[in-house]
């Protein structure tokens, strides 16, 4: 089985700043999914950014950038120029992508508070 | 607004009692999981429907059970309930299992059970 770790439940950065929110996986497989899902107040929970584990090039989407190592088994999350609407909860999580069970394997999420 | 619809949002019962949470997927998807989302566990993978039929199955108890129907909504099912079952339970629903790119999953607002 699969485990994922966030080993920050908690981090605070001033608006506009860069922060990286660590995430480190235990897996056999080879062939998974890794993903970023962010938890405001509101409880939605919002898919940031997606891995494809067979993929060397880091995902990007606007301000959101991850840092993959496979060997390392490391999966990071960057967010960059920080707004305050990015105050969250921010949980990592594996898929594995054959067949058998799909569930989202869960972090224990580190909460996010970005400062005016 | 993912377009995955939990209802109710809110629930309060009592030790011992059935509830049944129901969850109407986006308009195309086939695929429904539910996740519970608690202080001591966080967030876990329950269970997995694909088109009506079960699919997989992570951390369910016994004392849980859940469908899809006919029309791809399911419900999920929580008898003989203890104080430790309160929770927040996620329903997403995807096109298809799996994580990749056009199979993301999206969430609903969850329904937070609270028994007491």
């Known amino acids: 089985a699969q485990t994922v770790t966030q080993s920050q439940p908690e981090m605070s950065v001033q608006e506009a700043e860069t922060v990286t929110l660590s995430c480190t996986y235990d897996t056999s497989e080879n062939n998974y999914y890794l993903f970023w899902y962010k938890q405001p107040p509101s409880r939605q929970m919002i898919l940031v950014i997606r891995?494809?584990?067979?993929?060397?090039q880091n995902a990007t989407e606007n301000r959101f950038s991850v840092n993959f190592q496979k060997a390392a088994k490391s999966f990071s999350l960057k967010i960059s120029d920080s707004q305050l609407g990015d105050t969250a909860m921010y949980f990592c999580?594996?898929?594995?992508?054959?067949?058998?069970?799909?569930?989202?394997?869960f972090g224990k999420g580190t909460h996010l508070i970005i400062q005016p | 607004d993912s377009g995955v619809t939990q209802t109710p949002k809110h629930l309060i019962t009592a030790t011992g009692q059935r509830v049944t949470l129901r969850c109407s997927p986006r308009?195309?998807?086939?695929?429904v999981y539910w996740y519970q989302q608690s202080l001591d566990q966080g967030l876990q993978f329950l269970i997995q429907y694909y088109n009506g039929e079960e699919r997989a199955k992570g951390n369910i108890l016994e004392r849980f059970s859940a469908q899809q129907f006919p029309d791809l909504h399911s419900e999920l099912n929580l008898s003989s309930l203890e104080l430790g079952d309160s929770a927040l339970y996620f329903c997403a629903s995807s096109v298809v299992p799996g994580g990749g790119r056009n199979t993301e999953a999206f969430f609903g607002q969850g329904t937070r059970l609270t028994v007491v």
């Open positions: 891995q494809e584990a067979y993929k060397q």
């Open positions: 308009s195309g998807d086939l695929s």
């Open positions: 999580a594996f898929m594995y992508s054959g067949g058998g069970a799909d569930g989202l394997t």
